[in-house]
């Protein structure tokens, strides 16, 4: 019983023991409860704050969508304005430019007009013996014009220039017969051989004095019996030919060989490579080494003729054309012009054909047979054309030699004489082109007592010969610009201020030009 007793005194214990244990497990288990409804309650508190906090996130969501929305339509109205403001600016520029524009066109005109007058200004001092005056008034025209894009070749200004350089110098021949051809001497400036209808060569050469240009003669032939009809100088020798013949070969000596020719009209020499082609109205002939080949008839007669890069073009008085090349082989071709051909030309510098007509119109030709444009020039007859670069001497029988300057010419197309030579087919005129037009082109005209019977370019590419009906020979300068420079190089003195004031004007502010 004692060990029973022990026994279950010690599984009292152990009982005992149990539920205290238990008992504690029991408080541990509250504590833990106690803890997880805090922790239940706080995670109910940040569900709540979590639900709050994403209502709000929502609001600041939508309110920053609105505020992008506002944003992108803020700066599309500030995109249209920025455009239009830039619209409007570029019209407020279009404008400026557009009234600077109208005023540099005002002030050049104004310019070219004043030119004008200071030119026929000139010419009235120069009368009035007031020569200073007159000098400085003649540069101050060729200056306008020169800045302002004007016609330098306008007649009052070029005159007033050729008189303040002392004006046209000119030689009568010995027995005033018509300057019927005049030719430069290749190499020598300033020279060259006139022959006339009354069997006349003269030698002529001009040479520069202080004041004065002074032609000087030496009479290489002269045979009444001979009607001379054309000239040239080749390799130091004088060529010239007689309407009926023959065909004088001399040097500068007086030394003269005759050459027989067929009876023709002869009116032209024309060297191709190393011949010479002697041109009759209804045949031609080869000069070649001091001897004259067959006479080649002609189906029609012969109005105008010209050597163009190793082609004869034959131009007949019928209006037809025809081209003959080097083998001596003629064909037909398709006229160039409505109109008979009585005057050409080609310069191989620009490879323009310049040709002159019955009524006394003028058509330069680019090297693709393409007209470019028509120069109304003399009222009878054009006889002869010569050129030199862009500057273009014409006669005819209405007495008058006219001055063109090719590169001072505004064509229909808007194109410049240069570029028109280059064009094949018509070129549309030029659009949008925002530039002061060159003025018109208006030749220099000069009368004389005769027909204008013969020109010719000079060796140094800015004088020009002319030969009229009643034995004169006149020498031009026909540079513009190279007259300007001399009058420039002998000013001594400026326009005064009241000379600028009365002559050209309180509008254009003063200037000197030394």
């Known amino acids: 019983?004692?060990?029973?007793?022990?026994?279950?005194?010690?599984?009292?214990?152990?009982?005992?023991?149990?539920?205290?244990?238990?008992?504690?497990?029991?408080?541990?288990?509250?504590?833990?409860?106690?803890?997880?409804?805090?922790?239940?309650?706080?995670?109910?508190?940040?569900?709540?704050?979590?639900?709050?906090?994403?209502?709000?996130?929502?609001?600041?969501?939508?309110?920053?969508?609105?505020?992008?929305?506002?944003?992108?339509?803020?700066?599309?109205?500030?995109?249209?304005?920025?455009?239009n403001a830039e619209k409007q600016q570029a019209i407020a520029v279009e404008q400026r430019d557009e009234a600077t524009f109208a005023r540099n066109v005002a002030d050049t005109l104004n310019r070219r007009t004043q030119a004008r007058s200071l030119a026929a200004s000139s010419q009235v001092r120069r009368e009035a013996g007031e020569t200073d005056v007159a000098d400085l008034l003649a540069y101050a025209s060729w200056f306008f014009l020169k800045n302002n894009r004007g016609n330098?070749?306008?007649?009052?200004?070029?005159?007033?220039?050729?008189?303040?350089?002392?004006?046209?110098?000119?030689?009568?021949?010995?027995?005033?017969?018509?300057?019927?051809?005049?030719?430069?001497?290749?190499?020598?400036?300033?020279?060259?051989?006139?022959?006339t209808n009354y069997g006349e060569v003269e030698w002529l050469t001009a040479r520069q004095s202080s004041a004065n240009t002074r032609i000087s003669s030496k009479v290489l032939l002269f045979n009444p019996e001979y009607d001379f009809r054309a000239v040239k100088v080749i390799d130091g020798l004088v060529y010239a030919l007689s309407l009926k013949g023959p065909l004088c070969v001399l040097d500068f000596k007086g030394k003269l060989n005759t050459v027989s020719l067929a009876d023709d009209d002869y009116f032209k020499l024309v060297p191709v490579g190393d011949r010479l082609l002697v041109a009759g109205r209804n045949s031609f002939c080869w000069y070649e080494a001091g001897k004259v080949s067959k006479s080649v008839p002609l189906s029609k007669p012969l109005s105008a003729i010209v050597e163009?890069?190793?082609?004869?073009?034959?131009?007949?008085s019928d209006g037809s054309y025809a081209e003959m090349d080097a083998s001596g082989r003629i064909e037909e071709k398709t006229p160039l012009l409505k109109e008979v051909v009585t005057a050409a030309c080609y310069d191989k510098?620009?490879?323009?054909?310049?040709?002159?007509?019955?009524?006394?119109?003028?058509?330069?030709?680019?090297?693709?047979?393409?007209?470019?444009?028509?120069?109304?020039?003399?009222?009878?007859?054009?006889?002869?054309?010569?050129?030199?670069?862009?500057?273009?001497?014409?006669?005819?029988?209405?007495?008058?030699?006219?001055?063109?300057?090719?590169?001072?010419l505004l064509f229909e197309s808007g194109l410049s004489f240069r570029e028109e030579l280059e064009m094949k087919d018509s070129a549309k005129r030029k659009a949008g082109s925002n530039k002061i037009p060159t003025e018109w082109l208006v030749p220099v005209d000069y009368s004389y007592d005769g027909w204008t019977l013969a020109v010719c370019g000079d060796s140094d590419g800015k004088t020009a010969w002319v030969g009229t009906s009643s034995g004169n020979v006149l020498m031009l300068n026909s540079s513009a610009d190279d007259m300007a420079q001399q009058l420039f190089d002998k000013l001594d003195r400026n326009l005064t201020q009241q000379e600028w004031t009365r002559y050209v004007g309180a509008s254009i502010p003063y200037m000197t030009f030394k």
């Open 152 to 195: 330098q070749y306008y007649s009052d200004t070029f005159k007033s220039l050729t008189m303040a350089n002392g004006g046209i110098p000119r030689h009568k021949v010995k027995e005033n017969g018509a300057v019927n051809a005049i030719a430069p001497v290749p190499g020598s400036s300033r020279e060259c051989v006139a022959v």
């Open 308 to 316: 163009r890069e190793g082609t004869v073009c034959l131009f007949y």
């Open 349 to 408: 510098d620009t490879g323009c054909l310049l040709l002159g007509v019955e009524e006394g119109t003028v058509y330069p030709v680019n090297k693709y047979n393409r007209v470019m444009e028509t120069l109304a020039a003399h009222k009878s007859r054009c006889v002869s054309i010569a050129m030199q670069g862009p500057v273009v001497v014409t006669g005819g029988y209405d007495k008058k030699a006219f001055i063109w300057n090719m590169d001072n």
């Open 1 to 83: 019983m004692r060990e029973e007793m022990d026994r279950l005194e010690e599984a009292g214990k152990d009982a005992a023991i149990v539920k205290r244990v238990s008992q504690q497990m029991e408080d541990i288990a509250y504590q833990q409860k106690t803890i997880s409804d805090r922790q239940r309650d706080r995670a109910e508190e940040q569900s709540i704050l979590a639900t709050q906090n994403a209502a709000r996130a929502e609001q600041e969501s939508r309110a920053a969508h609105e505020a992008e929305l506002k944003a992108n339509a803020a700066a599309e109205v500030a995109q249209r304005e920025r455009a």
